[in-house]
């Protein structure tokens, strides 16, 4: 089973950038596609981005133009590369194995997230 921890976030002023990590342990890194979501309070959680297990890399309506994804099979370790932030993206984001480029969760357990906070 795949271990997933996100990191990274923090308070950044709209304009601004983050980077966000998600670390992965359990299983060989490279057989398996990650994506990101996000949760905004009271809303429904949303697809971000995803990198699939051969590096193509996938976007959502939210993160185009503005974040970029990537993955370091070495380090074992998916990123996501935020700039332009605007306070609409602030949330909870999480990393977490997806079935393929449908970006289904693989199960329904979800980590902590790391909160990404943006000021106007």
């Known amino acids: 089973q795949v271990q997933l921890v996100e990191s990274g976030g923090g308070l950044v002023q709209a304009g601004g950038s983050l980077r966000l990590s998600c670390a992965a342990s359990g299983r060989t890194f490279s057989t398996f596609t990650v994506a990101w979501f996000r949760q905004a309070p009271g809303k429904e959680r949303e697809f971000v981005a995803g990198?699939?297990?051969?590096?193509?890399?996938y976007y959502g309506d939210s993160a185009k133009g503005r974040f970029t994804a990537s993955r370091d099979n070495a380090k074992t370790t998916v990123y996501l590369q935020m700039n332009s932030l605007k306070p609409e993206d602030t949330a909870v984001y999480y990393c977490?194995?997806?079935?393929?480029?449908?970006?289904?969760?693989?199960?329904?357990?979800w980590g902590q997230g790391t909160q990404v906070t943006v000021s106007a």
């Open positions: 990198v699939t297990f051969n590096g193509a890399i």
């Open positions: 977490h194995e997806v079935s393929g480029i449908g970006w289904r969760p693989t199960n329904d357990y």
